[in-house]
Protein backbone atom coordinates (compact mmCIF):
# COMPACT_ATOMS: atom_id res chain seq x y z
CA UNK A 1 0.00 0.00 0.00
CA UNK A 2 1.43 3.87 -0.85
CA UNK A 3 1.02 5.81 1.79
CA UNK A 4 2.67 8.33 4.33
CA UNK A 5 2.16 8.59 7.57
CA UNK A 6 2.86 11.75 9.40
CA UNK A 7 3.69 11.30 13.53
CA UNK A 8 5.46 13.46 16.33
CA UNK A 9 2.41 15.83 16.96
CA UNK A 10 1.68 16.83 20.67
CA UNK A 11 0.77 19.90 22.77
CA UNK A 12 3.42 21.94 23.54
CA UNK A 13 3.68 25.51 25.52
CA UNK A 14 4.35 28.58 23.45
CA UNK A 15 7.97 28.84 22.58
CA UNK A 16 8.52 25.10 22.65
CA UNK A 17 9.33 22.69 20.21
CA UNK A 18 8.68 20.23 18.41
CA UNK A 19 9.64 17.55 15.54
CA UNK A 20 6.84 15.97 12.80
CA UNK A 21 7.96 12.96 10.67
CA UNK A 22 6.74 12.03 7.57
CA UNK A 23 7.44 8.00 6.31
CA UNK A 24 6.33 6.83 3.00
CA UNK A 25 5.91 3.29 2.57
CA UNK A 26 5.60 1.28 -0.14
CA UNK A 27 7.23 3.71 -2.99
CA UNK A 28 10.76 4.98 -2.52
CA UNK A 29 10.37 8.72 -1.36
CA UNK A 30 13.75 10.42 -1.96
CA UNK A 31 11.93 10.48 -5.60
CA UNK A 32 9.92 13.17 -4.63
CA UNK A 33 9.38 17.00 -3.50
CA UNK A 34 8.09 16.62 -0.29
CA UNK A 35 5.25 19.61 1.51
CA UNK A 36 3.76 19.81 4.67
CA UNK A 37 1.00 21.76 5.36
CA UNK A 38 -1.45 22.48 8.13
CA UNK A 39 -5.11 23.34 8.52
CA UNK A 40 -6.15 24.71 11.48
CA UNK A 41 -10.27 24.17 12.38
CA UNK A 42 -12.33 26.50 9.85
CA UNK A 43 -9.33 27.81 8.42
CA UNK A 44 -7.91 26.58 4.74
CA UNK A 45 -4.74 24.49 4.03
CA UNK A 46 -1.64 26.04 4.20
CA UNK A 47 1.68 25.59 2.72
CA UNK A 48 4.52 25.46 5.57
CA UNK A 49 8.00 24.12 3.96
CA UNK A 50 8.66 22.27 0.91
CA UNK A 51 11.66 19.87 0.53
CA UNK A 52 12.51 19.11 -3.25
CA UNK A 53 13.38 15.20 -4.23
CA UNK A 54 16.66 16.42 -6.48
CA UNK A 55 18.05 18.68 -4.93
CA UNK A 56 16.72 18.91 -1.66
CA UNK A 57 16.38 22.80 -1.51
CA UNK A 58 14.01 23.80 0.65
CA UNK A 59 11.56 26.31 0.79
CA UNK A 60 9.69 27.76 3.37
CA UNK A 61 6.13 29.71 3.96
CA UNK A 62 7.31 33.51 5.40
CA UNK A 63 4.90 32.50 8.50
CA UNK A 64 7.58 29.57 9.76
CA UNK A 65 11.03 30.94 8.13
CA UNK A 66 13.47 30.95 10.48
CA UNK A 67 11.57 29.01 12.96
CA UNK A 68 11.00 25.40 10.97
CA UNK A 69 13.11 23.40 9.66
CA UNK A 70 12.34 20.97 6.78
CA UNK A 71 15.11 18.14 6.27
CA UNK A 72 14.84 14.69 4.43
CA UNK A 73 16.53 11.38 4.93
CA UNK A 74 16.29 9.18 2.49
CA UNK A 75 17.79 6.64 3.82
CA UNK A 76 15.19 6.19 6.27
CA UNK A 77 12.41 7.04 3.74
CA UNK A 78 11.56 10.03 6.25
CA UNK A 79 11.19 13.92 6.16
CA UNK A 80 11.03 15.77 9.26
CA UNK A 81 9.51 19.30 10.32
CA UNK A 82 11.39 20.49 13.03
CA UNK A 83 9.39 23.39 14.74
CA UNK A 84 10.58 25.93 17.33
CA UNK A 85 9.59 29.19 19.06
CA UNK A 86 5.62 27.32 18.43
CA UNK A 87 3.29 30.33 18.80
CA UNK A 88 -0.72 30.51 18.79
CA UNK A 89 -0.80 30.83 14.78
CA UNK A 90 1.01 27.41 14.47
CA UNK A 91 -1.78 24.99 15.72
CA UNK A 92 -3.57 22.31 13.60
CA UNK A 93 -3.40 19.48 11.71
CA UNK A 94 -0.09 19.09 9.54
CA UNK A 95 -0.27 17.01 6.56
CA UNK A 96 2.51 15.83 4.18
CA UNK A 97 2.45 15.43 0.61
CA UNK A 98 4.11 14.35 -2.38
CA UNK A 99 4.71 15.01 -6.06
CA UNK A 100 7.66 15.46 -8.35
CA UNK A 101 8.76 19.33 -7.88
CA UNK A 102 7.83 21.55 -5.34
CA UNK A 103 5.18 24.26 -5.92
CA UNK A 104 5.76 28.14 -6.25
CA UNK A 105 3.84 29.66 -3.21
CA UNK A 106 3.14 25.70 -1.82
CA UNK A 107 -0.27 25.46 -3.45
CA UNK A 108 -2.14 23.12 -1.45
CA UNK A 109 -4.64 22.11 -4.08
CA UNK A 110 -5.05 18.69 -2.87
CA UNK A 111 -5.02 17.02 -7.12
CA UNK A 112 -1.80 18.63 -7.66
CA UNK A 113 -0.03 15.64 -5.51
CA UNK A 114 0.50 12.36 -5.77
CA UNK A 115 0.14 10.94 -1.91
CA UNK A 116 -1.26 12.59 1.05
CA UNK A 117 -1.05 11.76 4.68
CA UNK A 118 -3.98 11.98 6.74
CA UNK A 119 -1.91 14.27 9.36
CA UNK A 120 -0.70 14.69 12.86
CA UNK A 121 -2.64 17.16 15.51
CA UNK A 122 -0.41 20.31 16.97
CA UNK A 123 -1.63 21.95 19.72
CA UNK A 124 0.15 25.08 21.51
CA UNK A 125 -1.39 26.06 24.67
CA UNK A 126 -0.01 27.45 28.17
Known amino acids: QLQLVESGGGSVQPGGSLKLSCVAS????????ISWFRQAPGQEREGVSCVSGATTSTFDSASVKGRFTISRDNAQNTVYLQMHNLHADDPGTYSC???????????????????WGRGTQVTVAS
Open 26 to 33: GFHLGAYA
Open 97 to 115: AARDRCIYALSSLPSLYSY
